[in-house]
C-alpha cells in the first residue's frame, strides 16, 4: 500500500494547492444566491431543490363584524434547481509532475484544470442573461465613455421593479470598465469617499452597486429581424403572446424588443414564424399593424441583485483508492468562490489520469432583479 500512500498524499495536496489557482475574474458563483444548498436532497446528478417564491397579497379595508370575511386562498410559486451539470476537467500528469507536487509546486496542467472548470461554472451562470427583459443602453456601442448615463437608467429600471437596494453587483467587461475609469465619478474621491480602490484600479462601490470586471460577459447575437408588426388587433394588459405578421426573421430566445406605443422591453421566450411568447406580460394594449423593434447584437453588461439566480453546489462522495478500483479521491471548498471542486485520480496502464469535477445546478428566481446593459 505504500503505492497508495503516496498518490493519496499527492491527491490531497494537489487539491489544496489547485483551488488556490483561481485566478480568472470568475465573479458569478459568489455573487448569486447560494442560500438553498442545505436543502439538497440526495447528493447526485439530478436532485433538486425548489426555491419559493411568495404570492401577491392584496390590502383591503376592515369592517368590524360578528362574522369574519372570507379570506382568499394564496398559492405562493416555486423554482426548481437542479443539479444537472456535472462537469469535469481531466488531464494527465507524469512522474515528474507528481514530484513538482510533492515539492509544492503546481504543475501546469493542474492549474489549466481548474481555471478551466470555473470558468466553465461562471460561464453556465452568465448563460441566464437572457432570461432578464429590463434593458438600456445601445448595441455596438461601449457604454460609460463620457457619463454614468446608461447606468443611472439602469438603476432607475431596477428601483421601478422593485430590485432590493443592498446586493447590487455592476457587471461589466473589459471594454466598459476602461471606460468607467477614465470618469471623474470613478476616480475622484469627492465623488468616492476614498482613493483607495481608485489606486488599485478597481471600481469598487459606486452610485449604490458595487462594480467589477469580468472577462466573461457574454455577446448575445440578435435573432429577430426584418420588417415586423403586429399582426392582431386584440392584445390587451396581460398577454404573454403576440402574434405578428410574419415580415423578418423570427427571433430566438433572448432577443429584447419594444413595440410602438409602449416603453417596456420584453424579451422573447419562444418563437415561430407568427407567434411571440414574451416575458413580461403586455403593459399595455397594442395596436394592429404596431411595429416591433429588436435590440441589436452586443455584450451584455449587467445590473444584478443577488436574488435574481439561485445557484447551488453538492461535495461529490469522497472514497479512498482501493487496489480494485485503483482510484484516490479528495474534496475541497474554496473559501474565497466557494466552488466544491472534487479531484479524482485513476490509475491506468503506466499512466496516472486526474481530474478535477463538480455538481451543480441553478435557475432564475426573479427575473425583475436584473437589467442588462447593451455594449
Known amino acids: 500500500m505504500a503505492g497508495s500512500l503516496v498518490t493519496t498524499n499527492v491527491v490531497q495536496t494537489l487539491v489544496a494547492m489547485g483551488l488556490s489557482t483561481l485566478r480568472e475574474r470568475c465573479l458569478m458563483p459568489r455573487i448569486v444566491n447560494r442560500e438553498y444548498e442545505a436543502d439538497i436532497v440526495g447528493v447526485k446528478q439530478g436532485a433538486t431543490v425548489n426555491v419559493a417564491v411568495p404570492a401577491s397579497i392584496t390590502t383591503v379595508a376592515v369592517s368590524p363584524d360578528v362574522v369574519p370575511p372570507a379570506v382568499t386562498a394564496v398559492t405562493p410559486t416555486s423554482v426548481a434547481v437542479t443539479l444537472d451539470q456535472w462537469n469535469a476537467a481531466p488531464f494527465a500528469m507524469s512522474d515528474k509532475a507528481i514530484v513538482q507536487v510533492q515539492d509544492g509546486i503546481i504543475p501546469m496542467q493542474a492549474a489549466e484544470a481548474v481555471k ?138 433572448g432577443d429584447v424588443f419594444t413595440v410602438a406605443g409602449d416603453s417596456q422591453t420584453y424579451v422573447v421566450e419562444s418563437s415561430t414564424a407568427t407567434v411571440i411568447t414574451m416575458h413580461p406580460a403586455a403593459k399595455v394594449a397594442w395596436a394592429d399593424d404596431a411595429a416591433v423593434t429588436f435590440k441589436g447584437t452586443g455584450p451584455q453588461n449587467l445590473l444584478l441583485h443577488r436574488d435574481a439566480i439561485a445557484f447551488a453546489m453538492a461535495p461529490l462522495q469522497e472514497t479512498a483508492m482501493t487496489a480494485a478500483k485503483r482510484e484516490s479521491q479528495a474534496t475541497a471548498v474554496d473559501a474565497e468562490s466557494g466552488l466544491v471542486l472534487r479531484l479524482v485520480q485513476m490509475e491506468g496502464y503506466y499512466q496516472n489520469t486526474w481530474s478535477f469535477d463538480a455538481l451543480y445546478g441553478a435557475n432564475v428566481v426573479r427575473r425583475e432583479l436584473g437589467v442588462r446593459i447593451a455594449g
Open 116 to 253: 478551466s472548470l470555473a470558468n466553465t461554472i461562471d460561464q453556465f451562470l452568465w448563460g441566464f442573461y437572457n432570461r432578464f427583459y429590463s434593458y438600456t443602453g445601445t448595441a455596438g456601442t461601449t457604454p460609460f465613455a463620457s457619463d454614468f448615463s446608461d447606468y443611472l437608467t439602469a438603476r432607475k429600471l431596477a428601483n421601478t421593479e422593485l430590485m432590493p437596494p443592498s446586493d447590487r453587483r455592476m457587471l461589466i467587461d473589459e471594454a466598459a470598465e476602461a471606460n468607467v475609469l477614465g470618469l471623474r465619478g470613478a476616480q475622484d474621491a469627492s465623488f468616492r469617499g476614498s482613493t483607495q480602490g481608485i489606486q488599485r484600479g478597481e471600481m469598487g462601490e459606486l452610485l449604490g452597486a458595487d462594480w467589477a470586471m469580468t472577462q466573461n460577459v457574454p455577446t448575445h447575437t440578435v435573432t429577430g429581424a426584418g420588417t415586423v408588426t403586429v399582426n392582431d388587433a386584440g392584445v390587451e394588459v396581460g398577454d404573454t403572446t403576440l402574434t405578428w405578421d410574419g415580415g423578418g426573421t423570427a427571433p430566438a430566445i
